[in-house]
Nanobody, 118 residues
Framework: VQLQASGGGSVQDGASLRLSCAASGRASNGIYKAAWFRQAPGKGREFVAS????????YYVDSVKGRFTISRDGAKNAVDLQMNSLKPEDTAVYYC???????????WGQGTQVTVSS
């Protein structure tokens, strides 16, 4: 599976951004779940949200609940992350990942930078 993330940028506190991660390659037919993670400067990689590849069971870390929405775009074979009411503490490199089973290792895409200034 090849994952191509896009949609990062620099915005002001309270703004919105939409990240998208398109999956390609033969193995993309067997994706089971997808997720977004983020890594802020000087910190470890943090789980943000996940969703089943059929679009069910979205799950969020508490800090983004009510502000972020993860969804599937079947037409683009992608997983999106709509981020509203962004805060400076959301500043990080965001990574998309997919897995081909409930307990199989994540396959990582390249990161996309999100910077929120106050």
């Amino acid at each position: 599976v090849q994952l191509q993330a896009s949609g990062g940028g620099s915005v002001q506190d309270g703004a919105s951004l939409r990240l998208s991660c398109a999956a390609s390659g033969r193995a993309s037919n067997g994706i089971y779940k997808a997720a977004w993670f983020r890594q802020a400067p000087g910190k470890g990689r943090e789980f943000v949200a996940s969703i089943a590849w059929n679009g069910r069971n979205p799950y969020y870390v508490d800090s983004v609940k009510g502000r972020f929405t993860i969804s599937r775009d079947g037409a683009k074979n992608a997983v999106d992350l709509q981020m509203n009411s962004l805060k400076p503490e959301d500043t990080a490199v965001y990574y998309c990942a997919t897995a081909n089973g409930p307990h199989t290792p994540w396959i990582w895409g390249q990161g996309t930078q999100v910077t929120v200034s106050s």
